[in-house]
């Protein structure tokens, strides 16, 4: 069976975990909805229900490499999964739980840009 995910961190094009999509079939870019919040979590992102546009890529993947990127996730204790809607068709994308832990956004929604993005610290 095949997913679709879409992917706003460490899993896009570049970036330090894009090897789990090495077999994957990339769908294309988007912006997504203004239905997100991005945070910096130091090494990794995490995003939230919010309303702040992500900038994103969707993938077409087999259940082994969605069952390796639910373990990179650490689905379902750390990140939770929902269905979104995309140009591509409908999607999951994994959205962090532990709201508490959020200090830094990233403005942009860009986790590729966030070393530009002037970052704002919530309480």
Same mark, same amino acid.
């Given at each position: 069976? @095949?997913? +679709? =995910? ?5 899993l896009?094009?570049?970036? @330090?975990?894009?090897?789990? &999509?090495?077999?994957?079939?990339? %769908?294309? @870019? ?10 910096? %979590?130091? /090494?990794? /992102? ?7 546009? &992500?900038?994103?890529? =969707?993938?077409? =993947? ?13 689905? /379902?204790?750390?990140?939770? +999964?929902?269905l =979104?809607?995309? !140009? ?6 994994? %959205?962090?739980?532990?709201? +508490?832990? &959020?200090?830094?956004?990233? !403005? ?5 840009? +966030?070393?530009?993005? @002037? ?5």
């Amino acid at each position: 069976m @095949s997913h +679709r =995910v879409l992917v706003y961190g460490t899993l896009r094009e570049g970036e @330090s975990n894009h090897y789990l &999509l090495s077999d994957s079939q990339f %769908l294309g @870019s988007v912006v997504t909805q203004a239905q997100f919040q991005l945070f910096d %979590l130091g /090494p990794y /992102p995490a995003a939230i229900k919010g309303e702040q546009t &992500l900038l994103a890529e =969707v993938y077409l =993947v087999d259940d082994e490499t969605m069952q390796q990127l639910d373990i990179l996730e650490d689905y /379902p204790l750390e990140y939770d +999964r929902e269905l =979104v809607t995309t !140009p591509h068709g409908q999607a999951w994308i994994y %959205l962090y739980q532990n709201k +508490r832990l &959020l200090k830094k956004c990233i !403005p942009s929604g860009d986790w590729c840009q +966030r070393d530009n993005d @002037s970052a704002i610290k919530t309480k």
